[in-house]
């Protein structure tokens, strides 16, 4: 079983979108880290996490070189990604 998939990320400005998803489970967590400081959890923008597949929309509140994704799914399978942003 393999973890989920982070797709179509988008860096516009001051927000970042992203997909998640999963060929056979549930996503169950999506984590992001600004700047390499702590994980938060996210919700997608639907705000319910219930399916295989899920989008999601940040806006960031403050100046960001680099943004760490940690995404998992029920079956706890766990992809992170990191993604440099600085201009």
């Keep these: ?11 516009s400005g001051n927000t970042i979108t992203f997909d998640v998803e999963d060929k056979l489970n549930s996503v169950s967590s999506v984590e992001i880290s600004y700047n390499l400081k702590d ?6 923008v639907d705000r319910v996490m219930d399916s295989k597949n899920e989008s999601f929309k940040i806006n960031l ?4 070189k680099y943004i760490n994704i940690k995404v998992s799914d029920s079956e706890k399978n ?3 990604e990191t993604i440099n942003i600085s201009k």
């Design 1 to 11: 079983n393999q973890p989920p998939e982070i797709k179509n990320i988008n860096v």
């Design 39 to 44: 994980f938060q959890s996210v919700l997608p």
């Design 61 to 64: 509140k403050e100046t960001v």
């Design 78 to 80: 766990t992809r992170f």
